[in-house]
């Protein structure tokens, strides 16, 4: 099969022939059809990632056909048009992720390939309303916005919320998930080209965070926010405790802008505010995602598809932060 492989940090994938993969015990063999990107390749690649395993296909992201099952597993599912659970081993607390958690995609051969083994349990139909390619943008960012936007940050009908870098994948299905449930929703980006995107998908109101009034810009036009979900961090994190409203939750799920240089405790407990991390999802969460997305037929919004063969184009265009939405990889 083709397969595009990490040989050593710092420099491109290699797509090469590997040997088909063949499932064992509890396992299926799952002829993919689409793949799609994630900032974890990424840094993966650029060895900004713990634990990291070379000789590997990369892929968190993965959609197509049962090719083959292992024993114990019924022959029934061979045919069947699936999507895979990136994030393996959860464990039982549903508050948090278990010591042995990891995510398909290193050490485990990922979905950079023509075939991946899965074990069955990760394995779920496609909703049938998507194609290849937004089926394949939807595991690991759907779920991870899933986790931040309902569990952890309990977001309601008619709340507030504040989606921070709109145009990143997660960021883009918070904003889906919030117009869906009716929420009041506004952005923060740099690019006016994406703030505009987001009001088109139902956003109330963007700002553009280079600029220094941005916050107080918000309070005056769109009001506080009971809900703010970010994956930046960095120096502007403090400016969202400031657009908060008393009781509010700012729920975080990456630091892409660095860690925040302060921590304005005196905002935080005078008024009542919930600081939340967030990380991935659990087995839970992803069934409740896929049957929220199949209940408001939400369509991941996909940015490009490259083939295979042009991965570390990309890898590229993912680097430059231009995108709007998932970048997919077509695998055939």
């Known amino acids: 099969m083709r397969a595009a492989v990490l040989e050593a940090v710092k420099q491109p994938l290699v797509v090469k022939e590997l040997p088909d993969p063949k499932p064992g015990p509890n396992e299926v063999l799952i002829e993919l059809k689409a793949a799609a990107l994630n900032r974890r390749d990424l840094w993966i690649i650029e060895g900004m990632y713990p634990g990291i395993v070379t000789g590997v296909v990369l892929g968190s992201d993965g959609a197509g056909i049962v090719a083959e099952v292992g024993e114990e597993v019924s022959g029934r599912l061979v045919g069947q048009e699936v999507i895979i659970n990136p994030g393996w081993d959860w464990g039982r607390e549903e508050r948090a992720q278990s010591d042995a958690f990891r995510i398909l995609g290193m050490p485990d051969h990922g979905t950079f390939a023509e075939y991946v083994v899965v074990p069955v349990e990760y394995v779920y139909p496609k909703p049938a309303h998507l194609n290849w390619h937004e089926a394949a943008a939807l595991p690991l960012a759907g779920v991870t916005a899933y986790r931040a936007t309902f569990t952890q940050g309990q977001l309601a009908p008619a709340d507030k919320l504040l989606v921070t870098g709109i145009g990143g994948g997660v960021a883009t299905f918070v904003l889906q998930y919030g117009v869906a449930i009716e929420a009041e929703v506004a952005v923060t980006s740099s690019a006016e080209e994406k703030i505009e995107r987001a009001v088109q998908l139902g956003a109330k109101s963007g700002y553009n965070y280079t600029e220094k009034d941005w916050s107080r810009a918000l309070l005056e036009e769109f009001g506080a926010v009971d809900v703010a979900v970010d994956g930046a961090g960095g120096p502007g994190f403090v400016q969202l405790i400031d657009v908060l409203a008393p009781g509010g939750r700012l729920v975080n799920y990456g630091v892409t802008g660095g860690v925040p240089p302060v921590c304005p405790l005196p905002k935080i407990f005078w008024r ?53 939405g998932k970048i997919v990889i077509e695998i055939q």
């Open 272 to 324: 009542q505010l919930r600081i939340i991390g967030s990380t991935m999802g659990s087995p839970r969460d992803f069934e409740r995602m896929l049957d929220f997305v199949n209940r408001q037929r939400i369509r991941p919004i996909v940015d490009r598809v490259f083939p295979l063969t042009e991965i570390s184009a990309a890898l590229e265009h993912m680097k430059r932060a231009l995108q709007f």
